[in-house]
């Protein structure tokens, strides 16, 4: 059976270092993003998941290098927009931006995509540390992650039975071109945030692209919050 990993935003960071760990494996990968995909053997869909017509399209794209037959499939929704906000300054065109690429493209690729999806495959959110807290600054990312989390969750129940399952990695501050864009290139508060967890250092997306694959291959994880952040500090 040909098997396949679906990668949103497997541009850069995280989403790259996946592709590449899934094409080791065997896998034919395909990207879903605005950019192409810096790894060699990718099958790149361009698509703007901030429609839902873009989502729409791509899944159609995506059914062109998929067998006839359903298959076994790593659904991973990678993609995510990040802006900096707050409860009191969040306009209602700029949530709906950021839902719209964080929580309904998923929406919409799972429910074209799962029809296609053989026992064994699964379903895997890349959360955040904000899907279970938060911090300030960063409202409709917090919010859509925190919603991310109950359609992983939800997902998971309506998937009893399927054979499909779902779970959430959620990384910890990492190492990725999204980080240094929302600290304005800031390399010295970059080494102060990596300072905050028991290692010392940011996550490496290679690290978290390891978490991915294990949780695509593990489904006795099946609707579980994995937390890869290497002990990240309370406080």
């Known amino acids: 059976m040909q098997k396949t990993a679906i990668i949103t ?6 989403g790259a ?18 950019r192409r995909s810096p790894v060699e053997g990718v099958i790149n869909i361009a698509a703007d998941l901030g429609t839902d017509g873009g989502a729409a399209a791509a899944v159609q794209a995506c059914k062109a290098n998929l067998p006839a037959e359903s298959t076994e499939i790593a659904l991973i929704h990678n993609a995510s927009l990040m802006l900096k906000d707050t409860a009191q300054s969040c306009e209602t065109e ?19 995509l799962l029809p296609l999806m053989a026992s064994g495959s699964s379903v895997i959110f890349v959360g955040s540390t904000l899907s279970e807290k938060a911090v300030a600054g960063a409202y409709s990312y917090v919010v859509s992650k925190h919603a991310q989390l109950g ?10 039975g399927s054979g499909i399952h779902t779970a959430m990695v ?15 290139g800031d390399t010295e508060l970059m080494v102060e945030i990596g300072s905050q967890n028991g290692f010392g250092r940011l996550v490496k997306p290679e690290e978290i692209a390891g978490a991915i694959t294990w949780a695509h291959e593990s489904p006795v994880m099946n609707g579980s919050v994995i937390h890869a952040n290497l002990g990240q500090i309370e406080h």
């Open 9 to 14: 935003g497997a541009s850069s960071g995280i």
């Open 17 to 34: 270092a996946t592709a590449e760990q899934f094409l080791v494996r065997g896998y034919s990968v395909i990207n879903i993003a605005r």
């Open 94 to 112: 700029a949530m709906m931006r950021v839902l719209a690429v964080n929580v309904v493209a998923v929406n919409t690729l799972n429910r074209l």
């Open 151 to 160: 359609q992983m969750r939800a997902t998971c129940q309506d998937l009893i």
């Open 170 to 184: 959620c990384p910890g501050f990492t190492d990725t071109e999204m980080l240094k864009q929302h600290l304005g």
